[in-house]
C-alpha cells in the first residue's frame, strides 16, 4: 500500500517569505508526526496529532510556525517569514494507535528539503 | 528532557564483520524505542520497535536489545554487508519520538 507521502521533495525559497509543506499520511493512520533535521540539531519533533485532540505543538521552534491537519487526513506546515536558520529537512511520519495500549511503529515520509537564501 | 546519544558516530568494518551500536537515553519511562535507517537524502526506514515491557527484538540478521532501567539499547546487525551501509537511529518514544545523532556505518567489500 502507499506509505507517506510529501509534497514539494525540495523548496527553495527567499527570506521573509512563507512556504506551506504537505504530509499525506498512510490511509487510516489516526497519528501524525512532524519532525525536523538539521545539520546542527539533528532530528527534533515539532508536532503531533492525534484523532480529534488538539495538537501537541511542544516542539514549534517559534510562533512563525504552524500546523494543520484537515479531515484527520493530510496536514500543512506552514512557516512564516522563514529565516535563514529555518533549512532543513522537514519530515513528517504517522502511526496507527487504535486499539493499541502504547504508540506503534512511526512511518516517515521522504522529507522535504527546505533551504531558505 | 529526554537526552538520547549514540556511540560510536562512524564506524568502519569489513564485510562479515557483526556490528555492534550502541543507544542510551536519560529518562526510563518510554512506551518503546525504535531504531531506523538513514540511506543519503532518504528518509527514515523503521527496523525494529521494542515495547518497553520487552527485553529485545529480532528481524532477520537484526537482533535489538533494550534494558530500560539503565536506559540502553544495542542494535546487533549480524554478517554485515556492503549494503549495510547507511545511518543508524535510534528514538526513544514517549508518544513522541526523541533521537539520537545516529551511528554512520560503512562497511567496506
Known amino acids: 500500500g502507499a506509505g507517506v507521502s510529501q509534497s514539494p521533495s525540495n523548496k527553495v525559497t527567499e527570506k521573509g517569505k512563507d512556504v506551506e509543506l504537505r504530509c499525506d499520511p498512510i490511509?487510516?493512520?489516526?497519528?501524525l508526526y512532524w519532525y525536523r533535521q538539521s545539520l546542527g540539531q539533528g532530528l527534533e519533533f515539532l508536532i503531533y496529532?492525534?484523532?480529534?485532540?488538539?495538537?501537541?505543538k511542544s516542539g514549534l521552534p517559534s510562533d512563525r510556525f504552524s500546523a494543520e491537519r484537515t479531515g484527520g487526513s493530510v496536514s500543512t506546515l506552514t512557516i512564516q517569514r522563514t529565516q535563514q536558520e529555518d533549512s532543513a529537512v522537514y519530515l513528517c511520519?504517522?502511526?496507527?494507535?487504535?486499539?493499541?495500549?502504547?504508540?506503534?511503529?512511526?512511518?516517515f515520509g521522504p522529507g522535504t528539503r527546505l533551504t531558505v537564501l | 528532557k529526554q537526552e538520547v546519544t549514540q556511540i560510536p558516530a562512524a564506524l568502519s568494518v569489513p564485510e562479515g564483520e557483526n556490528l555492534v551500536l550502541n543507544c542510551s537515553f536519560t529518562?526510563?519511562?518510554?512506551?518503546?524505542l525504535q531504531w531506523f535507517r538513514q540511506d543519503p537524502g532518504k528518509g527514515l526506514t523503521s527496523l525494529l520497535l521494542?515495547?518497553?515491557?520487552?527485553r529485545e527484538q529480532t528481524s532477520g540478521r537484526l537482533n535489538a536489545s533494550l534494558d530500560k532501567s539503565s536506559g540502553r539499547s544495542t542494535l546487533y546487525i549480524a554478517a554485515s554487508q556492503p549494503g549495510d551501509s547507511a545511518t543508524y537511529l535510534c528514538?526513544?518514544?514517549?508518544?513522541?519520538?526523541?533521537f539520537g545523532a545516529g551511528t554512520t556505518v560503512t562497511v567496506r567489500a
Open positions: 511520519a504517522s502511526s496507527s494507535t487504535e486499539g493499541l495500549a502504547s504508540p506503534d511503529t512511526q512511518y
Open positions: 490511509s487510516g493512520h489516526t497519528a
Open positions: 496529532f492525534q484523532g480529534n485532540s488538539a495538537p501537541d
Open positions: 529518562d526510563s519511562a518510554i512506551y518503546n
Open positions: 521494542i515495547q518497553s515491557s520487552q
Open positions: 528514538a526513544v518514544d514517549d508518544y513522541k519520538l526523541s
